[in-house]
Each structure stands twice: as C-alpha cells, then as structure tokens.
C-alpha cells in the first residue's frame, strides 16, 4: 500500500501548547538556541504564558535534549548567545 504523501510535514505536527499553537518542532528548535528552562522558552515564543498546562511538557522535552547548553547555565557561563542576538 502506498503511503500518502505528506507535503512539508504538515502532519508529523505535534502540539504542545494549544494556546499559543507552539509545536514540539518549534519547542525543540528554541531549545537548540539555547532556552534551557520553561521561562526560556516562554520569553522565545510565549508557550506556557496563558493556561500553563504545557509548562510540564515543555519542560520534559528540555529534559529530553539532554541539551549542551543547559550545563553551561549551571555553570553560570552564558547559554542564551542566541536568542539575545534574536531579541
Ligand atoms: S497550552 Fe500552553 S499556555 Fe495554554
């Protein structure tokens, strides 16, 4: 059986905060910039500032990464080059 074609991954979109229509993929991405909290992510793209129910889901998919980054800001070295750069 043939598989449908899937034209730029529209369906491979996984949700994460409904109310600000943030998905994993873009969760993901501020991580790599360096977000390393929920707070991070929240100040890139507003995820988990209304209802708050996907602050535990953000912060599972931080944890997830196992992002480099996140031992630098333990370290108290700068780990948010990039979205200061963004800003
Ligand atoms: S689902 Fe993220 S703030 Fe409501």
């Known amino acids: ?48 500032t209304d209802c708050g129910s996907c602050v535990r889901r953000i912060q599972a998919l931080l944890r997830r990464g196992e992002y480099p980054r996140r031992e630098l800001a333990e370290q108290g070295q700068p780990a948010l080059a990039a979205l200061d750069e963004a800003a």
């Open 1 to 48: 059986m043939a598989r449908p074609s899937n034209p730029g991954g529209r369906w491979n979109r996984v949700y994460v905060c409904s109310c600000f229509g943030i998905t994993e993929q873009q969760v993901k991405k501020h991580a790599e910039d360096g977000a390393c909290t929920p707070r991070q992510v929240a100040s890139a793209c507003k995820a988990g």
